[in-house]
């Protein structure tokens, strides 16, 4: 008795992925160049938003 009968044929499972292929443009643009793009403009925003210390020192006149 074996246990692919219990494994659905709707969904991959690991023996049937394939790698990375970076020969293919599409490839590396979804999975490489959009994610650093995505990971630099988060920290570009969370720095923009984020108060900053002296800017607020030098408005409040304090020291």
């Known amino acids: 008795m074996s246990l692919d009968f219990q494994i659905p044929r709707e969904v991959p499972h690991p023996d049937n992925n394939m790698p990375l292929d970076l020969s293919n443009p599409f490839e590396v643009i979804v999975?490489?160049?959009i994610p650093v793009l995505l990971i630099m403009m988060y920290f570009f925003?969370?720095?923009k938003n984020k108060p900053n210390k002296d800017k607020d020192q030098e408005k409040n006149g304090s020291d």
Do not use: A
């Open 31 to 33: 999975y490489i160049v």
């Open 45 to 47: 925003l969370r720095k």
